[in-house]
């Protein structure tokens, strides 16, 4: 059973920065072993939108809503997968959830990821 913790939401004024952390957690589960680990937010009353994505080669992608904003990065001896988010805006206002995918396919695509977090919530205000 695979486990992923996110945590470091919280309220932050527009402009602001904050650093998402999701630790993956299982045994003998390790993010280096696995196709792709990404980042996805839902907003009330909206669906869920991919945020980033990065693979066990280090590619990243990012949705064109955060390029520029958002780095997603990870740290194999830590089991961890970082979101850093500056210049933040009001619209980026969501629950941030992470997921793990083990194979290959539509990064941006939620249906294809196998394990997801319970989500930390992001408040940017204007």
């Known amino acids: 059973q695979v486990q992923l913790v996110e945590s470091g939401g919280g309220l932050v004024q527009a402009g602001g920065s904050l650093r998402l952390s999701c630790v993956a957690s299982g045994r003998a589960f390790a993010i280096s072993g696995v196709y792709g680990v990404g980042w996805f937010r839902q907003a009330p009353g909206k669906e869920r939108e991919f945020v980033a994505a990065?693979?066990?080669?280090?590619?990243?992608y990012y949705a064109d809503s955060v390029k520029g904003r958002f780095t997603i990065s990870r740290d194999n001896a830590k089991n961890t997968v970082y979101l850093q988010m500056n210049s933040l805006k009001p619209e980026d206002t969501a629950v941030y959830s992470c997921?793990?995918?083990?194979?290959?396919?539509?990064?941006?695509?939620?249906?294809?990821?196998?394990?997801w977090g319970q989500g930390t919530q992001v408040t940017v205000s204007s």
């Open positions: 997921a793990v995918r083990r194979s290959r396919g539509t990064y941006s695509n939620s249906n294809e990821y196998d394990y």
């Open positions: 990065i693979l066990w080669n280090s590619t990243t």
